[in-house]
């Protein structure tokens, strides 16, 4: 049983830049709380669009599992999802800044300490995500894509604001998304590159030039 860390006086819950950015906590309300499973969904609300990051830490090894946090907005919701490798607490460390702000340097403004008493389900590194990704992109699905897997009729939908084409590559290969309505759907399978450590990556056409793709999200199979 991992030992409840001591953190400094102020570190758990809303920071300075908080409610300054128009932050409210929408889920959990208490900084520090305990799961019974090593996956969790944090949302807050946002009255104006902002661009986030986070750091996710065991407390135990101090070790860090950003590539286990998904984080994305829509509708005036900031949603994080946490999925946890192995039981015993963690910090998440929220950075936010707001969406018109081009600084590099996101401040602080909000902390949990996370109690995981079981960690019974695989956890996989969610996409990475590019600068192109935090203007008010969603992904509805596949959150994660890995070699142990389905990997058959894979099901997408993006939400990609401003977008003239969506496509992924997958080791070279283009599968292009239809419209509907406000999303981006396609359907495809990547079995045959099961294993094969291949990188795919969703792109989309936001300028003028209609052959210039930006890179959205990076998976590794």
Known sequence: MSQKP???SGYLGAQPSFDKLGLSCLSHIDAS????TNQVEIKFKCKNPVKVTNQLICCRTEKEFNEY????S???TVSFIVHMPESGFYKLQIFAVDAKDDTKSLPNVYNYLIECKKALNPVFPFPKQYAQWKDGCYLHEPLVLHTDGKLTNIQWKVIVPNAKAVAVVADGDWQHFEKKGNHWEANFSLDHLRGKKAKITLNACLGDDDTKFSTLLEYHI
Do not use: I, R, Y
């Open 6 to 8: 001591e953190l400094p």
């Open 69 to 72: 946090v998904f984080s994305q």
């Open 33 to 36: 709380f305990s799961s019974d």
């Open 74 to 76: 829509l509708h005036g």
